[in-house]
């Protein structure tokens, strides 16, 4: 697989808009804590998982693991103004309701193979409080068909981000902590990429549990 692709116009835009907006807002408006940078690959394909608690998750991870991230976003996100063109900067993709497994999971192989990083919170929604319960089984899946290693990533703290009735986000502490890689699963059978699921949903709780 290609590891040098990726277009010269999106990484552009993504570093502009990464180090304009999301760096100084992560580090300085949410007080922002990272660790575990080092357990990134630089290039190559890599699937990453994440808890999820807040519209503003997709550009922190992507921050955070210092490459672009392809996202699944559900298509109402991009029904949202400056919010939208924001997530299409990181390189996120519409998927609609209802459509099938299948069509999310070609457009997520063909950003892995053009080199990217693709996103995928692991229980598919937010959570009230960021810890995941219900883990599905998509991201083993891909990582089994693109034979990607996954990394698991702790959002801590965006819960508190959004606030009904504002459009502000507030100013509130948060923690991002990146586990130690996966290996992709040798296989489709669903048993093994449970197996998986499972172990990437207690890595991140785990490090969820640590706090700030």
């Known amino acids: 697989m290609s590891q040098s692709r990726e277009p010269f116009a999106s990484l552009l835009l993504y570093h502009a808009f990464k180090w304009s907006v999301v760096s100084p807002m992560l580090h300085s408006y949410f007080q922002g804590r990272i660790y575990g940078a080092e357990n990134v690959p630089k290039t ?3 699937v990453v998982v994440s808890n999820h ?3 503003y998750d997709p550009p922190i991870v992507s921050n955070c693991v210092r490459r672009p991230v392809a996202y699944m976003a559900k298509e109402e996100l991009f029904k949202i103004p ?3 063109k924001a997530i299409q900067l990181y390189g996120a993709y519409p998927v609609s309701r209802g459509s099938s497994d299948r069509t999310a999971i070609r457009a997520a192989l063909k950003y ?4 990217w990083a693709v ?3 692991l229980q598919g929604t937010r959570t009230p409080d960021g810890r995941i319960t219900d883990p599905k089984r998509g991201a083993a899946l891909l990582a089994a ?3 990607a290693p996954i990394l698991p990533v702790c959002l801590w703290g965006t819960q508190a981000i959004e606030q009904k009735g504002s ?3 507030r100013s509130v502490p948060v923690t991002v902590r990146i586990g130690d890689l996966i290996d992709a699963p040798s296989s489709t059978d669903k048993y093994e990429l449970e197996a998986i699921t499972q172990k990437c949903a ?4 785990a490090l969820h549990d640590l706090g700030r």
């Open 119 to 121: 996103g995928i919170f």
């Open 44 to 46: 190559g394909p890599l």
């Open 145 to 147: 068909k693109a034979k």
């Open 53 to 55: 608690a807040s519209n």
């Open 112 to 115: 892995l193979d053009d080199g």
């Open 82 to 84: 400056i919010f939208s």
């Open 202 to 205: 207690a890595v991140i709780n």
């Open 167 to 169: 459009i502000t986000p």
